[in-house]
């Protein structure tokens, strides 16, 4: 049994570290089968994209949405054009970068390009409002946010105080931006995704 409790964090920002229980309180985790042998450090992104890309090629399907398709190579373009835009308005691994947009295309996108820089992803359904939004900002605490410029009227209400980016999704807003890779490995117990279930008292966060 490979034991993962006491790898190194790679996050600079230990918020979501910080909120998990002790480790004694922890479920089993078991990593015996073959296919869970995992290095200590990883990307998911790049394991997603590049991974992929190394297998099948860069013209395979990924992505069949309203707004578009992607296939892994435009998809990796698009995620590393992106992640380049958080590294450049100070993305740190282990900062929180919420989501909120319709299930489209762009926002696979963004929540990929998010884990490409190591950064915690925090997806918002559409029908939340300000109360809502407000109530999920106090509890996850982001610095950034990603908001479609359709569900800007609640977001700007909020109390949020950090960086919002606004994306125009034109088909040159991806090129206003370097494609040059922004990795951010991150370790074997590290989160990648933050859950919250409004209403109750339920967080997950997901390793």
Excluded at 144 to 163: M, Q
């Amino acid at each position: 049994m490979t034991d993962r409790s006491s790898e190194a964090s790679a996050h600079v920002d230990t918020f979501t570290a910080d909120r998990l229980p002790p480790s004694d309180q922890w479920p089993l985790f078991l990593w015996d089968l073959p296919e869970l042998q995992y290095p200590s450090r990883l990307n998911a992104s790049v394991e997603l994209l590049d991974r992929t890309i190394d297998r099948c090629g860069s013209d395979r399907p990924a992505i069949l949405a309203d707004d578009g398709t992607w296939t892994y190579g435009r998809l990796l373009n698009d995620v590393q054009a992106t992640a380049s835009l958080f590294r450049d308005v100070g993305v740190q691994p282990g900062n929180r970068v919420l989501l909120r947009g319709p299930n489209n295309g762009r926002l696979v996108v963004a929540w990929l390009a998010a884990l490409r820089v190591g950064a915690v992803v925090v997806t918002t359904i559409p029908l939340l409002r300000t109360g809502e939004l407000d109530a999920l900002v106090e509890i996850c605490e982001p610095q950034f946010a990603v908001v479609d410029h359709r569900y800007l009227d609640e977001w700007t209400s909020t109390r949020f105080n950090g960086t919002t980016i606004r994306p125009s999704w034109n088909p040159t807003w991806w090129t206003a931006f370097n494609t040059s890779p922004a990795k951010g490995k991150v370790g074997g117990r590290d989160a990648f995704v933050l859950a919250i279930e409004l209403g109750s008292p339920q967080t997950l966060i997901g390793e």
